[in-house]
């Protein structure tokens, strides 16, 4: 695999003892960078190789929506770990207080992490680290071309960061190594998790029912990119826009819990479609906005704030912050969805029924929750949290930065200045009913399936 993937966060002692991977941002078995260079780690030097997942029960606005589509793929991964002889362990707690006395209790001589630019996931590891005696390896299992890799400082937008991974991609776009079954497995490590405590019993938010009609794990989200290859692709660009259409992938929440990788999904659409408009801006939305969105939260360490905007839109948004509002709606009344406007709740109800929001939806919808809080400050906090709570694609840098984008203009330009809004980009009612039939779209969000 290729070094530049793999970056150490700390040194340590040499010693001989079993290989822990921590998974924590890419659950899954194949396609792996993390996986297979702990299990490189462990043919190397004959040693048992172990996969530990550290449960946080309060994490960020996660619901049993979430935990139950988590923990259920995570309990494929348990199963396909263990047809490789590879034992898998899940740990409650945060990793920073739990892992350094499992590491201690089995004499772990190496912890290899997967990369991740949240601020929490970077804290935990700031923290676990001092507690450490051994080497402590992170990689980019998530990019395909490595986020600290491809640049080292904030990109200003999708153009000046375009160019760099498209340079790039032939070197990191290589081939991914199956797993073979570990030798030097010992069966003693082998624990039986307790999933009906985790599933049914942890003190979890359970308000947010799951979404039956997303099916979890590793095989589902296989079989979802078949889907979309045979039947989505080819008119991808003429459709993805239209939320009437079903245009659109359906990976997000996939690829956000890691259970596919965004590298096996390019390398799949490139083998089987000739370039042209629907791979180009499939593969567009799939690598470049998706490693500027990891870019952004990387080295914007305010990217769920007002101060992480630019300083053109901070500017133009305190300038009509006093600006007089026709409405003002609470985080409580925009999560019933009971504002005026029936385009608007049908994109909140459809994100609460389905766990998923359609893309230009969520453009419309976000922008609407700064034309109607009191601040863009607040504006922000509503639409993370909304997004956080309901959508499976929630505490995602894409997340983070598609409310940057539309309540800060991140990764966008001025645009003509206007009240409330200032130069941030506008969007209304009226422009979607000139994209697409609204009464379909709001008949189709709130329906169940």
């Known amino acids: 695999m290729n070094p530049k993937r793999i970056r150490q966060l700390q040194e340590g002692k040499e010693s001989r003892g079993p290989i822990l991977y921590w998974m924590s941002r890419d659950q899954r078995v194949q396609d792996n960078w993390a996986l297979i260079f702990a299990k490189r780690l462990a043919d190397a030097q004959q040693v048992s190789l172990i996969v530990a997942f550290s449960l946080v029960s309060d994490f960020q606005f996660a619901t049993e929506r979430h935990f139950n589509f988590m923990l259920k793929g995570l309990k494929q991964v ?24 499992y590491v201690k209790e089995h004499g772990i001589s190496v912890l290899v992490s997967d990369f991740d630019p949240l601020k929490i996931k970077r804290l935990w590891k700031k923290h676990l680290a ?68 985790a599933l049914h019993k942890l003190p979890i938010d359970r308000t947010v029912k799951e979404v039956a009609e997303i099916l979890p794990g590793e095989q589902a989200a296989h079989e979802q990119l078949e889907r979309f290859l045979a039947r989505t692709l080819s ?74 905007f630019h300083p053109w839109a901070q500017t133009t948004l305190r300038e009509h912050e006093r600006d007089e509002r026709e409405y003002v709606y609470s985080v409580k009344v925009l999560e019933l969805a009971s504002t005026h406007d029936p385009l608007w709740n049908a994109a909140q109800k459809e994100m609460v029924l389905h766990g998923k ?29 909304l997004n956080d709570r309901y959508s499976l694609d929630g505490r995602d840098p894409n997340g983070y930065t598609g409310c940057a984008w539309s309540i800060g203009g991140v990764h966008d330009r001025a645009w003509t200045e206007r009240p409330v809004f200032g130069k941030i980009r506008y969007m209304n009612y009226n422009g979607c009913a000139r994209k697409f039939n609204i009464a379909k779209y709001i008949e189709k969000a709130v329906s169940r399936t």
Not at 135 to 157: C, G, R, W
Not at 244 to 249: I, V
Not at 366 to 385: G, H, R, T, V
């Open 78 to 101: 348990e199963q396909d770990l263990s047809k490789l002889n590879i034992p898998f362990v899940l740990l409650f707690g945060e990793p920073n207080d739990i892992l350094p006395k």
């Open 130 to 197: 001092p507690q450490l005696t051994i080497p402590f390896y992170e990689v980019d299992a998530h990019n395909i071309v490595p986020a600290l890799y491809v640049s080292q400082k904030t990109e200003f937008s999708a153009y000046t960061i375009r160019t760099k991974i498209h340079k790039l991609l032939p070197e990191f776009l290589d081939r991914i190594p199956g797993l073979l079954p570990h030798t030097f497995a010992d069966r003693s490590l082998f624990v039986k998790n307790d999933w009906d405590y």
């Open 235 to 308: 008119h991808y660009n003429e459709k993805r826009n239209d939320p009437c259409e079903d245009g659109q992938s359906g990976l997000s929440p996939y690829l956000h819990f890691g259970q596919i990788s965004a590298q096996r999904v390019a390398m799949e659409v490139q083998a089987r479609f000739s370039p042209d408009p629907n791979t180009e801006a499939f593969l567009e939305e799939l690598i470049v906005r998706r490693e500027l969105a990891d870019n952004f939260c990387y080295y914007n360490t305010k990217y769920d704030s007002f101060e992480g």
């Open 357 to 385: 929001m359609h893309g230009y939806m969520r453009m419309y919808w976000a922008k609407k929750i700064l034309e109607w809080s009191k601040s863009p400050s607040a504006a922000l906090k509503n639409a993370l949290y």
